[in-house]
């Protein structure tokens, strides 16, 4: 069954979609979609996902967006027996835990730093937002930092799905210039993930 993947590969979302895919060696087609290629609004991809937002994966006749969902989706229906979501209960409950918080706790505040440093003008940026957003942010990686302290990956000694949805934010957090408190667990672990080809190839070059 032809699968597509719609969404361009500056988001953040898209990135961990494509990184899980390429590790399960998923034959897809990725359209672009957001950022300058628009189309969002378009009532054909409002009528795949009503967000407007990416991803969006069509996968044969089924379509699912969310980029969490989307990676859960994909271990499950091709991965079942994969240590990347393990069926055990609480080793799964780990690794939803860490990717709802991920999504619920991390990505505001680092989405507010990474759009005030990377897309705003300086002359344009928001020096309280920033400075408001890195606090905010620097309080979600200082209790991953705590987690990696006790663990290679985050819910244990193997890779997850939950890795690969910090591990985009983390290239971002540790390579953009501004003035952040040390978190050695995560710069170890980090250079782990880089270990992964799809990461180090596709995720881990200049921040933009």
């Not at 979609?33 to 990416?54: A, H, I, M, Q």
């Not at 505040?109 to 957003?133: C, G, H, N, S």
Request: net charge negative; with cysteine.
């Amino acid at each position: 069954m032809p699968r597509t993947l719609f969404g361009h590969m500056k988001s953040s979302n898209v990135m961990k979609v494509v990184w899980l895919m390429d590790e399960l060696g998923l034959d897809f087609e990725r359209v672009d979609l957001g950022n300058v290629f628009g189309g969002l609004e378009e009532d054909d991809y409002r009528s795949k996902n009503p967000t407007s937002l990416v991803p969006t994966l069509v996968d044969g006749d089924f379509t699912i967006w969310e980029s969490n969902a989307v990676l859960r989706y994909l271990c499950n229906a091709y991965a079942p027996g994969s240590s990347l979501y393990p069926t055990d209960p609480k080793k799964r409950g780990l690794v939803d835990q860490w990717l709802d918080c991920q999504q619920t706790q991390l990505t505001r505040p680092q989405t507010v730093v990474f759009f005030q440093l990377i897309r705003t003008p300086l002359d344009k940026r928001d020096t309280q937002a920033l400075e408001t957003a890195i606090r905010e942010a620097s309080r979600v990686w200082a209790w991953l930092d705590t987690r990696l302290g006790e663990n290679s990956y985050i819910c244990g000694n193997e890779i997850t799905i939950a890795d690969i949805a910090w591990a985009v934010h983390a290239h971002r957090w540790l390579n953009m210039d501004f003035q952040r408190p040390e978190v050695p667990n995560v710069k170890a672990w980090y250079e782990r993930m880089l270990t992964h080809e799809s990461y180090r190839q596709k995720w881990a070059g200049p921040v933009t």
